[in-house]
C-alpha cells in the first residue's frame, strides 16, 4: 500500500515541479554569485553565501539556507495539505475507506508519502546545491578544508559529517510542517485551505519572532530553531539549540499527528 501512495504523489508532475521550482531559487543565485563575484559580507545574507565565491563546494549549505525559511515550508505544507483533502476533493476519499483499509492505516501511508517528499526535497536542494556551486562558482580550497564559524579550520571530513547531520535536522524541521499540514487535510475537503493555513501558521510564528512583546513565546514557536544548523559548522558544535530544535519539532509532530488522527478517524466522510 505505502509504495502505491508513493507512486502516486511522485507520480504527479506537479510535485516534480514543486521540486525544480525549490531549486531554481538557490540556482539562480548561484549564476548570478559566479556572473558577478559580489557575494554579502559575513553575517549578512543567508548563512554561508559570504563564503561560496570562494569555495563553490560549500553552496550545498548555502542552499539550504536560502530556502529553509520560505520555499521549503511552502512546498511541504501544499503536499502534506493535499494529502488528505486532495482525495476528499477529487471524490476518491470515501472509495479509499470502503475497501478493507483501516482510516489509521491510510494516515500512515499519508504520512509516509509526505515525509518521503521531505527528504526527496531536503537531500534534492543539498545535492544540486552541490553540483551547481561547484560547476558554477569552484572547486575552490576544499582539500585544504574550510574556516569554521568559530575561526577554526575544519577538515573536508569534518564538512562531510556535518552536512549530513545538516540535512538530517532541516528534514526533521520539516517534519512538524507536514504535521501541521496532516492535520489540517483531515478538516477540510480543499486542499488550497489546508496549505493555506499551515502557511498562515508558520508566516505567524515567523513574524512573531520579530515582536520583543512576543519573547515569552519565542521558544516555543515552530520556526524558532529552524536555522540553528548553523551552528553544526562551530567547532566545538553547538548542540544546545539543535537538541531544543529537536525536541520542539517531536512535540508539534506527536500532537499534530494524534490530533489527525483523532480527528480523522471519528470524521464523517461524505466525499
Known sequence: M?????????????????????????TVVAGLLAWTRLAPRPGTGPAFLSAVVADGSLFAIAALAIVLPLFLPIS?????GE????EAQAGTLRYLLVRPVGRTRLLVRKLVAVTAFVLTAVVSVAGVG????????????????????????????????????AVLYVTVSMLGVAALGLFLSTLT??????????????????LLLTVDAARPLQPYLPTRYWLSFVDLYRDPVLWSNLERGVGLQAVYVVVFL????????????TS
Open 130 to 165: 552541490f553540483l551547481v556551486g561547484r560547476l558554477l562558482l569552484g572547486k575552490g580550497t576544499l582539500q585544504g578544508g574550510m574556516v569554521s564559524l568559530s575561526g577554526s579550520v575544519l577538515t573536508p571530513g569534518d564538512i562531510a559529517w556535518r552536512t549530513v547531520v
Open 83 to 86: 494529502a488528505v483533502a486532495g
Open 258 to 269: 494524534a490530533a489527525a488522527w483523532a480527528n480523522f478517524a471519528t470524521r464523517d466522510v
Open 2 to 26: 505505502i509504495p502505491v501512495e508513493l507512486a502516486k504523489l511522485f507520480g504527479r508532475r506537479r510535485t516534480w515541479v514543486a521540486l525544480l521550482l525549490l531549486n531554481l531559487l538557490p
Open 76 to 80: 511541504v505544507a501544499v503536499v502534506a
Open 189 to 206: 475537503d480543499s486542499p488550497q485551505t489546508a496549505s493555506l493555513g499551515a502557511m498562515a501558521f508558520l508566516i505567524g510564528s515567523s
